[in-house]
């Protein structure tokens, strides 16, 4: 079966560094996400994104946060400045249409903010 | 808005009995059930969906669900638990009305159930 995936699965950064996750999702796939998972807590919704612009956004996702997707295969998660509450584990998933309710997560990339 | 509760952190059982994992849910239109499972250090996994049709789902690793409108569950169960399947149990819903304007709406999760199988 196809798989999203994300690097890297672990990233350490100090804080009010800037740091991008990226994913690669399915290749054929026109919708994208981005969720985080804090330690411990549930799985949280921070962005979706198609035809190269976001389509909604959560209010976990402020100016700090932007996406991108540079070419035809990835898609990035930046944070510009951490903070220590940032750490999580942050997924990206992707599905076929918006409408196709079978979303594909990624493994996940895990953030630590020392 | 849509909403998921799961109102058990934790399940156990022991191994060869059945098992079940609670799921409640609240949206304004017709709703899209998942159950998604998350062991240590890895992504999340679909198990399975309701979108409509029979209310008794079937999904990977002899795991169903059964949809219920009256009581807004979508209880997960298996009905021989292993070992193996300790592990984290998401239920998430998407509400099929927010769907229906072509938005690319997001999943919205419970808290999550840690199950335990115990041999």
């Known amino acids: 079966e196809p798989e999203v995936t994300q690097t890297p699965s672990h990233q350490v950064t100090q804080m009010g560094q800037e740091v991008i996750l990226r994913c690669v999702p399915i290749s054929n796939h026109l919708y994208f996400y981005w969720y985080r998972q804090i330690l411990g807590q549930k799985v949280e919704f921070l962005v979706s994104f198609y035809n190269n612009e976001i389509s909604e956004k959560s209010e976990i996702f402020d100016d700090q946060f932007s996406v991108e997707r540079p070419d035809g295969s990835n898609f990035t998660l930046k944070i510009r400045s951490t903070k220590l509450e940032d750490s999580a584990m942050y997924f990206c998933?992707?599905?076929?249409?918006?409408?196709?309710?079978?979303?594909?997560f990624g493994q996940g990339t895990r953030l630590t903010v020392v | 808005a849509q909403s998921v509760a799961q109102p058990e952190d934790q399940v156990n059982v022991a191994e060869g009995n059945p098992l079940t994992v609670k799921c409640t849910y609240s949206?304004?239109?017709?709703?899209?059930l998942f159950w998604y499972v998350q062991y240590p250090n890895r992504g999340l996994q679909f198990l399975l969906k309701y979108i409509t049709g029979d209310n008794l789902v079937k999904g990977s690793y002899g795991f169903e669900a059964e949809f219920n409108k009256s009581q807004t569950s979508f209880h997960l169960k298996k009905p021989s638990a292993l070992v193996s399947d300790s592990a984290l149990y998401f239920c998430?819903?998407?509400?099929?009305?927010?769907?229906?304007?072509?938005?690319?709406?997001?999943?919205?999760f419970g808290s999550g159930t840690q199950l335990t199988v115990l041999p």
């Open positions: 949206v304004s239109g017709n709703p899209y």
């Open positions: 998933a992707s599905s076929p249409t918006g409408v196709t309710p079978k979303a594909f």
């Open positions: 998430a819903v998407r509400d099929e009305a927010i769907i229906s304007s072509g938005s690319a709406r997001q999943l919205t």
